[in-house]
């Protein structure tokens, strides 16, 4: 962790895990009493602001939030982590990739951003307009990382996409601006075009459910304390074919299917990381999925590899946590915390 005092490139440690988040985030009110309460219980830390949808469920489960004000006391320099959010519902993203970015021992800021060029319409304006802030708005800033989300957008061109050439300028910019940045899904294989040219397919159908992955290059640090085998959730109609991606002399494979394909790859000192399934998903996120295609009448079959004997009655089991933590722990130390400068 890095102090504001001293010598200003000594990295100390936290004894307590934080996240701050810019974005005022809450269910349920949330009082300074309750947070004093939970940190003398030295609970793990994050903090947001008073009113984020996600703050109440984070501390529901046992993840510590603090204020806004309490931050402002403590001599840290916090990583400064941007989410572009490309989700439809954004609350539910919010929540995920807060809740994998919570099991790291390093003091977080978040920042989320919106598309300027689309217009949600999933998701509240009033709640994008108090917690997001849009790419004009964040051009001149820098920051430690940055993570581009999925988008249900997978079955139209890229250059068909209303805010394309908004994400191709904000990919560009990445390259002076952040340190690292995480793909996740579509933002990777929209990443993977942007830099590299590399083609998206349309499959046969939708690959759908939790696939078994194989640990391709174990000595880099992106799956250091990965098994040799781990399940990742997928949820797309699209692929990068594994040919292209293993034939890019700029990326290296870290992780690969047999039926959903490379999950994971990097360029060299992981200024670019692309992750093709959902690790950040929930116990019930394919479910809601699965229904509500189900319920529109759409050709859907249960998720793979998820469901108790494949009895879509049962409760899903959760296989892919660890891993997922694992990863955005990873990616957080090894290839933004270790090598970003003091000074943005």
């Avoid at 051009?139 to 989300?149: A, Q």
């Avoid at 590299?196 to 078994?212: I, M, N, T, W």
Wanted: charged share 25%; with cysteine; proline share 6%.
């Amino acid at each position: 962790m890095w102090t504001s005092s001293g010598n200003k490139d000594a990295r100390v440690r936290s004894r307590e895990w934080r996240i701050i988040c810019n974005s005022t985030s809450a269910v349920g009110d949330v009082t300074t009493d309750n947070i004093d309460e939970k940190w003398s219980r030295k609970d793990m830390p994050i903090k947001v602001q008073s009113d984020l949808p996600a703050k109440g469920i984070l501390e529901n489960e046992n993840i510590f939030v603090m204020d806004e004000y309490r931050a402002l006391h403590q001599d840290i320099r916090p990583l400064k982590i941007c989410i572009l959010n490309l989700m439809p519902v954004k609350q539910d993203t919010e929540l995920q990739l807060l809740r994998a970015l919570s099991n790291t021992p390093l003091h977080i800021d978040v920042t989320f951003m919106k598309m300027n060029s689309h217009v949600s319409l999933n998701t509240p304006i009033q709640h994008l307009n108090r917690f997001y802030n849009t790419f004009d708005e964040m051009r001149d800033k820098k920051f430690d990382g940055l993570m581009i989300t999925g988008a249900p957008v997978e079955q139209i061109p890229f250059e068909e996409v209303d805010y394309w050439p908004e994400l191709c300028e904000i990919m560009e910019w990445t390259k002076s601006h952040v340190t690292s940045t995480l793909h996740i899904c579509w933002g990777a294989q929209a990443g993977l075009y942007y830099h590299f040219g590399l083609e998206k397919v349309l499959l046969p159908q939708k690959l759908f459910g939790v696939y078994r992955h194989k640990v391709m290059n174990r000595k880099i640090p992106l799956v250091r304390g990965f098994d040799d085998y781990f399940m990742i959730p997928h949820s797309r109609h699209t692929a990068v074919r594994a040919q292209d991606i293993h034939n890019c002399r700029e990326l290296t494979v870290l992780a690969e299917s047999d039926e959903a394909g490379v999950l994971l790859c990097m360029t060299e000192g992981g200024r670019e990381i692309f992750v093709m399934g959902h690790p950040e998903y929930d116990r019930y996120t394919l479910q809601n999925e699965y229904l509500r295609d189900k319920n529109k009448g759409l050709p859907i079959q249960p998720p793979v590899n998820y469901y108790p004997d494949d009895d879509d009655s049962q409760r899903p089991d959760l296989q892919w946590r660890s891993h997922s933590n694992n990863l955005y722990s990873n990616w957080l130390n090894y290839y933004v915390y270790q090598v970003t400068p003091y000074e943005l």
